[in-house]
């Protein structure tokens, strides 16, 4: 009897992680292909988003980055210093040094940093646009990069960090603002587009009213029934004395 259920119990066991074994299996082959924010980040960073979204704006990033304030990207880049200095001739750490690095080549230089093959393969220079895009979600902008940095959700917060990396070592000149379409030009705008009335409206209401044309006019003109004018007997000739009626 003990031979028995020593046997059952194994076997519900075996079959128990038989079955973990297969969820386990199938969760990873199903989710192979998905990007997952790490559920704890390495360092806090403010304005980070969990799913790597970058926040669009309604304000040009010139505008932007006329309005920002270096101390304030200062402060943000100080929980960057977990991977990076900004120092000049700073050595590199888990990410490379990044003094005057606004406007040099994209993953190239930088004291022979080892970066991905994703971020290499990006070409170009670190622009204002592309840090902007980079600073947004780094997954997004080299699908690949080994930075596990989630990105900065808040468009103020990633110029203020912009404005602040310019201002170690680079000092390129900010792009001029964009003007903002006055509110006069806005209601010109929305007035052009209703739709005005027509010189036919007037004539449309003259076709409604009810004409008086000369049969009308003729018909106002025929005898009323039981007058004198529709009884020619009763009728005298114009400029004689004898009567029509009979005696």
Known sequence: MDDRFNTIAGWTLFGGIVALGLGSVSRHYFEADKEHAPETMGYAIEGVTGAGG??????????????????????????????????????????????????????????????????????????????????????????????????????????????????????????????????GDAAKGDAAGAPAATSGEPAAAADASPKTGPAAAGAANQPIPGSDSSNPGTNRAVGSTQSNTKP
């Open 54 to 183: 970058e926040g669009a704006s309604a304000v040009p990033l010139p505008n932007l980055l006329a309005a920002a304030d270096p101390a304030k990207g200062e402060a943000l880049f100080a929980k960057c210093k977990a991977c990076h200095t900004i120092d000049a001739g700073g050595a590199n750490g888990i990410g490379p040094n990044l003094h005057g690095v606004v406007g040099e080549a994209i993953a190239s230089g930088r004291g022979g940093f080892a970066f991905s093959d994703a971020l290499k393969s990006h070409g170009g220079n670190w622009t204002f646009d592309n840090l902007d895009a980079w600073l947004a979600s780094p997954k997004k902008f080299a699908n690949g990069t080994k930075m596990s940095f989630a990105g900065l959700s808040n468009p103020e917060d990633r110029a203020n960090v912009i404005v602040y990396l310019n201002s170690q070592g680079s000092n390129l000149p900010l792009p001029a603002p964009e003007a903002a379409p006055a509110a």
